[in-house]
């Protein structure tokens, strides 16, 4: 399946307008290769923006060292917009021209442009060369996420207070089976015995035996033995 048909018209339209932002940039606001102004095509692979004539020559050195693109025409898949955002002319002429003498002539320019890029006669001989896998590699190990488009998902801070697992509550809920001590151990009650045999624990039994009530009552009563001789003649 060709990959630019999975990019939609609304993708598209969003790579016109970044595309738009990156030509309007000072470092590329002149062709990479001629300085001529108002670039409008591009060489996805080296990273640089190039005016028409210069395009047609990059057409003829093969895509294996430049694939040519139009800003404006062709469909840009992500990872060619991204890429065209971490190069950029300036970035890549630090490398393609970093042993360029100043008085080196321009007016042959197909000279020019296989000079530069098929024989890499004034190739940074420390540096190494902007590539989409270079490129990403060093921004991975930077840490730039703004210009290398990550797939993995970002969640937002409401999605992660959603997706936060609330802390487990034992449940309380008496089950079918259990028993009284058990539900004793749930609610972190004391057991029966202790409340029994703790001494601090204040018996509030104020009650009295009856019998005891009974023979204290009886032992107030006055006893005084009659004498016989008393009740026992009708005097």
């Known amino acids: ?40 095509w591009a060489s996805i692979n080296l990273g640089i923006f ?4 210069c395009s047609g020559i990059h057409r003829s050195l093969g895509v294996h060292i430049s694939k040519v693109r139009s800003t404006t025409l062709d469909t840009w898949l992500p990872e060619q917009v991204a ?14 021209e970093a042993d360029l ?6 007016s042959n320019i197909a000279k020019f442009i296989r ?3 098929q024989e890499k006669k004034w190739a940074s001989r ?22 290398i488009p990550r797939k993995a998902r970002k969640y937002s801070l409401e999605e992660e207070v959603f997706n936060e697992q609330p802390p487990q509550v034992p449940s309380t809920t008496r089950s079918r089976g259990v028993s009284l001590d058990t539900m004793d151990e749930i609610l972190n009650l004391p057991p029966k015995n202790s409340l029994i045999s703790n001494p601090s ?13 009974l023979y204290a009552s009886e ?14 003649t009708f005097e």
Not at 13 to 28: C, R
């Open 115 to 117: 000079t530069k890029y």
């Open 219 to 232: 032992a107030k009563q006055d006893r005084t033995i009659v004498p016989p001789s008393r009740w026992a």
């Open 83 to 96: 890429f065209m955002q971490c190069v950029g002319n300036e970035k890549s002429n630090n490398y393609w």
């Open 126 to 147: 420390y540096a190494s060369q902007p590539a989409p896998s270079n490129m990403v590699a060093e921004t991975s190990e930077v840490g730039a996420t703004a210009d």
């Open 201 to 213: 624990v204040k018996k509030k039994d104020d009650t009295k035996d009856l019998f005891t009530l």
């Open 101 to 106: 003498p100043a008085s080196t002539d321009r």
């Open 50 to 53: 190039i005016c028409l004539q």
């Open 1 to 40: 399946m060709n990959d630019k048909a999975s990019v939609s018209k609304e993708l598209n339209a969003k790579h016109a307008k970044i595309l738009e932002g990156l030509l309007k940039l000072p470092e590329n606001r002149e062709c990479a290769d001629c300085r001529g102004r108002a670039p409008r």
